[in-house]
């Protein structure tokens, strides 16, 4: 119910990389009120938006989201990370996932890494676009996204101007520690 710094960073690489994803089939997770996707849509990607299956009022945000934002014909589904749903089955091809914020609770960690894995495995040139405010020095994704076979890269948020705590005339980063990452499949470890 509620924006979260992190979305502002996500948003404002999709917009520094407007032109690249006009067309491009996206799925945010964890999209809450939607920020990412919803600029997304408006930049000509065919997104479709999710949240928990087990939380209908953040579902209904979704769509709150697109009506408020004059988008008709955005698909919203119920995504919980970690389970294997008929919604996830019948998931047209993805080219990118966006994420923001949602790495806020160790225990889902590893539940999101697999559903990310598994659209992966279904589509593998696909990449997972996220934003991850630390909140403790202790965690890391680093060794589950090992185990499961998919590689990191940081981007510095300078590369895209996010490095201010002021975004798109909102005060929201502030002077929180955000990290953009790109999560793929680590091909060398398929081989
Ligand atoms: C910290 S909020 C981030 C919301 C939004 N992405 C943003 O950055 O403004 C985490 C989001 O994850 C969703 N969520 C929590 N547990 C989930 C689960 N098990 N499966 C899918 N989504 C979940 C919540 O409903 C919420 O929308």
């Not at 559903?115 to 202790?138: C, G, H």
Request: glycine fraction near 4%.
């Amino acid at each position: 119910m509620y924006v979260w710094p992190c979305a502002l960073v996500l948003a404002q690489y999709i917009w520094f990389h407007r032109s690249v994803i006009t067309g491009k089939r996206i799925l945010e997770v964890g999209a809450g009120v939607s920020l990412p996707g919803v600029l997304a849509a408006k930049c000509a990607a065919n997104v479709i938006l999710s949240d928990s299956a087990a939380m209908p009022q953040c579902i209904q945000n979704c769509s709150r989201s697109c009506r408020q934002n004059h988008l008709l014909g955005v698909p919203v589904i119920g995504l919980t990370w970690g389970e294997i749903s008929p919604d996830l089955l019948d998931l047209p091809p993805i080219d990118i996932v966006l994420g923001s914020d949602v790495f806020y609770e160790p225990k889902d960690f590893e539940d999101i890494i697999v559903t990310v894995r598994f659209i992966m495995e279904r589509n593998p040139k696909a990449e997972f676009w996220t934003t991850y405010q630390v909140r403790s020095e202790d965690w890391s994704i680093e060794a589950l996204l090992s185990k499961w076979n998919l590689k990191c890269t940081n981007v510095p948020l300078k590369m895209f101007n996010a490095d201010k705590e002021c975004l798109a005339e909102s005060n929201l980063p502030g002077r929180h520690s955000i990290q953009m990452m790109i999560v793929t499949l680590d091909m060398d470890k398929l081989d």
